[in-house]
């Protein structure tokens, strides 16, 4: 498939990268600087433009890969035609394409990408979804020659995941980094927590998450949770979070 890419981020560069090496063809590369364009471009063997109405024409599909306030922009910039246009957003709606284009879907690939990580494309969950049967055959067959896990998920569906991406990833993460700031405090390195976290990430593989919760909380042992209370009293913040998160996870286990 002939694909235009509009983008050169983190998403972007990751799944160009994927596509190329399972054979599909790009035309052209966008971004909105030259340097970002030029280096995704010079890995996927292509053209690159910083200017909108010098995309090439040639392409079968358009992927639009920037930050959700760019999308619109993006596709009120030129006419379209007949070409299919997806984005690749958790959160935005199919129908922002309706007063643009003929032809148009989502190619959502629910993972968290970094432009220095590689990743298994094989095992990410592609959710697609589009205007039409046509394009919804067209976008699966994109989507297979890259990974094994094809799912067909409207955009309230979409948005729902998205939400649970947020906690499970993104409110995740920033944990790890209070507990890097915390063990930073006491001259401990975040290196003591990793197995910690490998092993927690692991048993989700087998129990769900609810049956695999362990932790003061869950026990409602009060002398630890206030000792740890006490600990955090120069971070009020952290201390209101720990409070609330504690509360929420007892009185789902009560």
Known sequence: MK????????????????????????????????????????????????????????????????????????LSSRSWGDALIVHTAGSIPMDIFAPYCTNYGVFYPFQTFSIEREVDFSQIPVCIEANTSQNIDFLKNMAQSISQNIRLVDSGQRLQIHLAAVFVCNFVNHFYSIGEELLAEKGIGFEILKPLILETAAKITDHSPQSSQTGPAIRNDKNVMDKHLSMLAD????????????????QTHK
């Not at 979070?241 to 996870?249: G, W």
Request: aromatic share 6%.
């Open 3 to 74: 694909i235009c890419l509009i983008g050169a981020g983190n998403l972007a560069t990751r799944l160009g990268m994927a596509l190329s090496e399972k054979g599909h063809q790009f035309v052209q590369v966008w971004s909105r600087t030259a340097k970002s364009a030029s280096d995704l471009a010079t890995k996927l063997n292509c053209s690159y433009t910083t200017d909108l109405s010098a995309l090439s024409n040639e392409s079968a599909i358009y992927i639009i890969a920037v930050s959700d306030m760019a999308i619109e922009p993006v």
């Open 235 to 250: 971070h009020p913040d952290l201390k209101n979070l720990y409070a609330l998160v504690s509360e929420r996870i007892n």
